[in-house]
């Protein structure tokens, strides 16, 4: 099979891969998106549950890098579902004229850098190769699903469904009895939707999730127009201020917001709880004070204003007994929903408790503590091997014959989120030490690609590869484990830190400080990286945080 040579392969083809590949073109290159699936789109093409939407508001999680593609696109709501947000990643393919670059059904299997030729080679599963100065892996965040081994499952004779493989044309749920397995952001979109049709639907709950009404609706034309006549301007504000766009001018917390929730009158906390609550979805509760995700007394605020909404929505003080989160808020991601604990009013919906249990499958359904539950569907949402699953999967090898696996095997170690020590011209986007879980990752990705352009194009000037040292990953992992520490997200199992994976290394894979300081530390060491080299072209990431 004939080898194909590009500058540049992107691995992965959602947001941060398609605009990788522009980015790429843009500056001249040329490239090659290769992505597992049999269209683009990523999270956004697997994740075709029902209920499956954005909880960030949709005229922010989109692109900003064209102000035509801008103007021109009309988000139809507030919070987009999935097939509209496929569809605009579709169109983006084809504004850009992407396609004749991409190649679908195209599962990597090994990235291997040759230090002679001073190139990556790559290998797909059918045993494609492409040989390449630059790789760029846009895998994703939450990409590879966990699949926990439960025991029996192969005996059940029902129909098992995987939140991140939906069948393309659906599911019809009408009268059947389904067991939903997982209740984090997949997890609770999806089960009001089933519930509504199904006969009988059965929660297993290992941990309660803090959720919160998402308050979708129809996007109006005046609004879309004025966010609009402001895009330049809002995007400013939006990554400085990480404000939604449903909130321009209004965000409660932008003025009143205090570094402390302990600096304010239980008062007026509880007011500005109840204007995000009102407001909607998940943005306003992460703004609201400064130090809700770092000081437990304040975390405590908001986590008993949450616990006392759950529990009115409920209604039954028994269900809501097991519905209702004890661990800190935002340790584990809050969540968005529509309808999730109301659900729980209706006669054809149950609560299992399965925590510290053994779940069971059989031939007719599950079993739990003795307790048997005949079941027609299995719904399995139990979350994934999130931000280094997908790059550890694919067996990359660097200088030296290291593996990224055994680089990683104690530490994440990388330096500023996007490049590891001994795996030069390898790029990621919103992978670890980088912001991904707490930024927006589609304006976080244009601002990487920004500096991995500028990278790339010094280094083809001075002709030599772009690499990280230990010294960078050392000082930057410090960086991280600060910014985690001051957070109170080692209180929980979860994809923050690796604890929903068994016998994966439990620590903080991300950045954890905010964006702009992120962005600030991106310009330094990709200043520090050009001035290991001779020549010096012109700082995006410095421009960007000028
Ligand atoms: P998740 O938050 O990790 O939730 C997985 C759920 O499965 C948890 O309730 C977990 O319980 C449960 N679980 C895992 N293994 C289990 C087992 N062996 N037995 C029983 N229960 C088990 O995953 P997710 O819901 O897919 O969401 C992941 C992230 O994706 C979100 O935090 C969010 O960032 C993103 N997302 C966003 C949206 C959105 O609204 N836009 C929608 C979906 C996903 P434990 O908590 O006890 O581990």
Same mark, same amino acid.
């Given at each position: 099979m004939q080898q194909r040579t590009a500058d540049v392969v992107v691995v992965g083809a959602g947001f941060s891969g398609l605009y990788a590949l522009h980015r790429m073109r843009e500056l001249g290159y040329t490239a090659t998106l290769v992505e597992a699936g049999d269209d683009v789109g990523g999270t956004w093409y697997w994740n075709r549950y029902p209920g499956c939407r954005v909880d960030t508001e949709s005229l922010d999680y989109?692109?900003?890098?064209?102000?035509?593609?801008?103007?021109?696109?009309?988000?139809?709501?507030?919070?987009?579902?999935?097939?509209?947000?496929?569809? %605009?990643?579709?169109?983006?393919?084809?504004?850009?004229?992407?396609?004749?670059?991409i190649e679908l059904n195209t599962r990597i299997d090994s990235a291997t850098w040759d230090d002679t030729e001073q190139r990556w080679q790559l290998r797909s599963t059918d045993g494609r190769t492409w040989d390449a100065t630059n790789c760029i892996l846009a895998t994703g965040f939450l990409s590879v699903p966990l699949?926990?081994?439960?025991?029996?499952?192969?005996?059940?004779?029902?129909?098992?469904?995987?939140?991140?493989?939906?069948?393309?044309?659906?599911?019809?749920?009408?009268?059947?009895?389904?067991?939903i397995i997982g209740t984090g952001s997949t997890g609770v979109q999806m089960m009001p939707i089933i519930a509504k049709n199904a006969g009988r639907t059965t929660v297993f709950q290992r941990t309660p999730a803090y959720s919160v009404p998402l308050r979708n609706v129809p996007l109006e034309a005046e609004f879309d127009a004025h966010v609009k006549s402001m895009y330049p301007e809002w995007r400013r504000l939006q990554r400085e201020s990480g404000a939604g766009a449903w909130s321009v001018g209004s965000a409660p917390w932008l003025d009143r917001g205090a570094p402390s929730a302990m600096d304010v009158t239980e008062q007026e906390r509880l007011d500005l709880y109840e204007e995000c609550w009102q407001l909607g979805g998940i943005n306003g509760f992460y703004m609201a004070y400064g130090d809700l995700a770092s000081n437990l007394d304040s975390n405590e605020t908001l986590a008993e204003f949450l616990r006392e909404k759950i529990r009115e929505r409920i209604g039954n003080p028994e269900v809501a007994d097991k519905l209702v989160p004890q661990f800190p808020v935002m340790t584990?991601?809050?969540? $968005?929903?529509?309808? %999730?604990?109301? $659900?729980?009013?209706?006669?054809?919906?149950?609560?299992?408790?399965?925590?510290?249990?053994?779940?069971?499958?059989?031939?007719?359904?599950?079993?739990?503590?003795?307790?048997?539950y005949d079941l027609d569907v $299995?719904?399995?949402?139990?979350?994934?091997?999130?931000?280094?699953?997908?790059?550890?999967?694919?067996?990359?090898?660097?200088?030296?014959?290291?593996?990224?696996?055994?680089?990683?095997?104690?530490?994440?170690?990388?330096?500023?989120?996007?490049?590891?020590?001994?795996?030069?011209?390898?790029? =990621?986007?919103?992978?670890?030490?980088?912001?991904?879980?707490?930024?927006?990752?589609?304006?976080m990705a244009e601002d990487q690609m920004g500096v991995i352009g500028d990278l790339i194009d010094n280094s083809?000037?001075?002709?030599?590869?772009?690499?990280?040292?230990?010294?960078?990953?050392?000082? =930057?992992?410090?960086?991280c484990d600060s910014a985690f520490a001051a957070t109170l997200r080692s209180e929980a199992k979860s994809w923050y830190n690796g604890g929903n994976v068994p016998g994966k290394v439990t620590r903080g894979m991300m950045y954890h400080g905010g964006d702009i300081p992120y962005l600030q530390h991106l310009a330094a060491y990709e200043a520090q990286i050009l001035d290991q080299?001779?020549?010096?072209?012109?700082?995006?990431? $410095?421009?960007m945080t000028a």
């Open positions: 989109s692109y900003s890098f064209s102000e035509e593609l801008q103007a021109e696109w009309k988000w139809t709501e507030r919070y987009a579902g999935q097939p509209e947000i496929h569809s %605009y990643l579709r169109h983006v393919a084809t504004r850009f004229d992407l396609w004749s670059d699949q926990p081994r439960f025991d029996g499952l192969s005996n059940f004779n029902g129909t098992v469904l995987r939140s991140t493989e939906w069948p393309e044309d659906g599911f019809d749920f009408t009268g059947k009895r389904v067991g584990k991601r809050l969540c $968005a929903d529509t309808g %999730y604990f109301e $659900a729980y009013r209706l006669e054809t919906v149950d609560l299992v408790d399965v925590n510290g249990k053994t779940l069971k499958f059989d031939e007719s359904g599950i079993e739990v503590d003795g307790e048997h $299995a719904v399995v949402a139990t979350g994934f091997d999130a931000v280094t699953g997908a790059m550890t999967r694919l067996n990359i090898v660097g200088q030296n014959g290291e593996t990224l696996q055994s680089h990683w095997s104690e530490e994440y170690r990388n330096a500023a989120g996007f490049m590891s020590a001994g795996f030069p011209n390898l790029f =990621w986007i919103n992978g670890p030490g980088s912001p991904a879980a707490d930024s927006n990752p589609v304006l083809r000037v001075v002709g030599e590869p772009v690499a990280v040292t230990a010294e960078m990953e050392d000082e =930057w992992l410090q960086t080299t001779a020549s010096t072209p012109v700082s995006s990431a $410095a421009e």
